[in-house]
């Protein structure tokens, strides 16, 4: 049987609004526990400022299954080092039955697609309905993802963007001209309706004083161990949902304070699949400061390869290859 290659234009082409819905479901399979999904794997390298990161699972979802493996880096001196993407990668996109590869697929544009696709999840849950203003601090690729995934979940009409980066910002509202959008400061971005952290701060650069009452935050940048963009004072202040406990205590936005104690299990309310699965009796906030802490599960790399090999499964020019006999 032959494998699809699928190049990162192919990917690119793939609609974030099937991403999303295929990440609602396999978010509800998570919780339903009808996925398998070793831990997330690292390899460290300090020497040069990177690491790798090897990321399995299979996913029974309500209208498909698939399993996949993404094997992934983030290096952040790449882009002004060697020209090349901060995050790059490749999924191996099986058959559950008979372990055939169906494809092997960039990961880099979809690891983009499927992360704003959680948070589009969680967002469309915790958001104030009549959320209007988006916030984004960081202007990085993953930025362009956000906006084209919180657009399609609420009426976004006024976006504020900002970045240690002017010339980032710049770039950013010029790719969006039809589109009301204005660099701001951090103060001013936290105060949206809806705010995306997508930096890779060590250190908190958002505090509570600057976040509204009503504001949902997605916090993204902190995927790994030592990382944090928010103060501890807004974990321990709002409603705050997880994608997965285990890795988010590890790796995600929590994972510093609850590691100095400043939070614990009393101040994480939900996992993100407990928010989708209809019939979990789980009160869900209405106009209150909200968190997700988004860490990047296996299962939406599954989501997003799935949506991506069934849109090119038809397609004549996709090219493939025979990897046995």
Not at 31 to 56: A, H
Not at 186 to 191: G, L, P
Not at 203 to 215: F, G, Q
Not at 218 to 225: L, R, S, V
């Amino acid at each position: 049987m032959d494998t699809l290659l699928l190049d990162s234009e192919v990917t690119q082409s793939v609609p974030i609004e099937g991403i999303i819905s295929s990440v609602e479901e396999a978010f509800e399979a998570y919780e339903r526990g009808t996925v398998v999904m070793p831990t997330k794997s690292y390899i460290d390298l300090p020497q040069y400022n990177g690491d790798f990161r090897s990321m399995p699972a299979y996913v029974e979802a309500d209208s498909w299954e698939g399993a996949a493996i993404k094997w992934v880096n983030v290096h952040p001196d790449n882009p002004l080092n060697n020209n090349l993407p901060t995050v790059m990668g490749i999924i191996i996109y099986s058959d559950p039955e008979t372990l055939s590869p169906l494809a092997i697929m960039d990961a880099t544009v979809l690891t983009r697609k499927r992360t704003a696709a959680a948070a589009a999840v969680a967002t469309d849950r915790l958001a104030i309905e009549n959320a209007r203003s988006l916030g984004l601090i960081g202007a990085g690729t993953q930025s362009y993802a956000q906006f084209e995934a919180l657009t399609q979940v609420r009426p976004i009409d006024k976006i504020v963007v900002n970045d240690v980066d002017e010339e980032a910002v710049d770039t950013f509202i010029n790719t969006h001209p039809d589109f009301e959008i204005q660099s701001g400061t951090i103060q001013e971005a936290a105060s949206c309706d809806i705010v995306s952290t997508v930096t890779p701060a060590e250190e908190p650069i958002v505090p509570l004083s600057a976040v509204s009452p009503h504001t949902h935050i997605n916090a993204i940048g902190a995927d790994a161990e030592g990382k944090q963009e928010l103060d501890s004072s807004i974990l321990s202040t709002g409603y705050v949902c997880i994608d997965s406990f285990d890795q988010a205590i590890h790796a995600g936005e929590i994972n510093v304070p609850w590691n100095q104690g400043e939070i614990d299990e009393d101040d994480i309310d939900a996992e993100l699949g407990e928010l989708v699965r209809p019939e979990d009796d789980l009160t869900i906030p209405q106009d209150e400061l909200t968190i997700f802490d988004s860490t990047g599960l296996a299962i939406q790399d599954v989501a997003a390869a799935h949506v991506a090999y069934e849109q090119a499964a038809g397609r004549e020019d996709i090219p493939s290859t025979s990897l046995f006999a």
